[in-house]
Nanobody, 120 residues
Framework: QVQLVESGGGLVQPGGSLRLSCVAS????????MTWYRQAPGKERELVAGITGGSTTNYADSVRGRFTISRNIALNTAYLQMNSLKPEDTARYYC??????????????WGQGTQVTVSS
């Protein structure tokens, strides 16, 4: 009923920047929150940054000051601006959204992820 599609990943040198996008589509009434997670090979998935419907944000300590999460409510889209990237930021980045559907149910939805590789 709903789908999340991430984009914007790629290969970047240390110190570089990338902007990830996450677009939600389907039977959406409204989106309560959107959150970025990442998972590196051999590691558990971890929260990177989240934003609520009221635009309250939270960040992992490892990215605070370098990453910025934002959203465009009208476009059902969340963004993750990543600056000063480090090799340890290399991971697959996933978008998660808590969405109230038009039929009244609430859906916790994940995207397929986008790969970010930071390497010289």
């Amino acid at each position: 009923q709903v789908q999340l599609v991430e984009s914007g990943g790629g290969l970047v040198q240390p110190g570089g920047s990338l902007r990830l996008s996450c677009v939600a589509s389907g039977s959406i009434f409204n989106i309560n929150s959107m959150t970025w997670y990442r998972q590196a090979p051999g590691k558990e998935r971890e929260l990177v940054a989240g934003i609520t419907g009221g635009s309250t944000t939270n960040y992992a300590d490892s990215v605070r000051g370098r990453f910025t999460i934002s959203r465009n409510i009208a476009l059902n889209t969340a963004y993750l601006q990543m600056n000063s990237l480090k090799p340890e930021d290399t991971a697959r980045y996933y978008c998660n959204a808590v969405i109230r559907l038009t039929v009244g149910a609430v859906s916790n939805t994940w995207g397929q992820g986008t790969q970010v590789t930071v390497s010289s």
